[in-house]
C-alpha cells in the first residue's frame, strides 16, 4: 500500500514539475517584437544582439534577433514568423519551374513578406529599415537575411 502512494506521489511530482518546464518562454522566440511590454520593433534589451547592418545572418523559423546598428542607433529587431507557401523544387525532383517560398517576417514591428524567386518581392521595408531574403534552406527552417537602412 505504501508503495503505490509513493508511486502517485511521484506521478504527480513528475507532472507538475513537465508542466512548469513548459511555461517558461524564450522571449527570443515569442515573435512578439520588442519583448515584455515594449514598444513594436524596439530592441529587447535582454535579446543576444544578432549580425550588423549590412551583413547576411541566418534566422531560423520562430526566432526573434536583433540587427544591431551603427553608432548611437539601437538596432531592430527581426523575427522569422513562418513560410506560408512552399512551392520550390525539391532536391532530385525534375521540375519546369524553380517553384518559390512565401516568407513572413515581423521587421521594426510590422510584418512583411519576401520571396525565394526573383520574379516576386526578394526584398521588403518596414520602419526605415529593408530586409533582403538571400536564401531559404530546403526545409524552410533557416533564413539567410541581411538587414539595411532604407
Known amino acids: 500500500m505504501k508503495a503505490k502512494a509513493v508511486i502517485r506521489l511521484l506521478v504527480v511530482a ?7 518546464a513548459c511555461g517558461k518562454a524564450d522571449p527570443q522566440a515569442s515573435g512578439t517584437a520588442g519583448g ?15 549580425a550588423p547592418l ?9 526566432k526573434t534577433t536583433t540587427v544591431s546598428g551603427t553608432g548611437a542607433a539601437p538596432g ?5 514568423r ?39 518581392a526578394v526584398e521588403a521595408a518596414a520602419g526605415g529599415y529593408r530586409v533582403k531574403l538571400a536564401k531559404l534552406d530546403v526545409d524552410g527552417v533557416v533564413a539567410t537575411l541581411v538587414v539595411d537602412r532604407v
Do not use: M, Y
Open 36 to 50: 515584455a511590454g515594449g514598444t513594436p520593433g524596439t530592441p529587447d534589451p535582454t535579446a543576444a544582439p544578432g
Open 76 to 80: 531592430v529587431q527581426i523575427t522569422f
Open 14 to 20: 513528475f507532472a507538475l514539475l513537465a508542466l512548469s
Open 54 to 62: 549590412g551583413a547576411e545572418f541566418d534566422l531560423a523559423r520562430g
Open 82 to 120: 513562418e513560410v506560408t507557401a512552399d512551392s520550390r523544387c525539391k532536391p532530385g525532383q525534375t521540375c519546369i519551374w524553380e517553384g518559390d517560398a512565401t516568407v513572413v517576417l515581423n521587421l521594426a514591428g510590422s510584418e512583411v513578406e519576401v520571396h525565394t524567386n526573383k520574379q516576386f
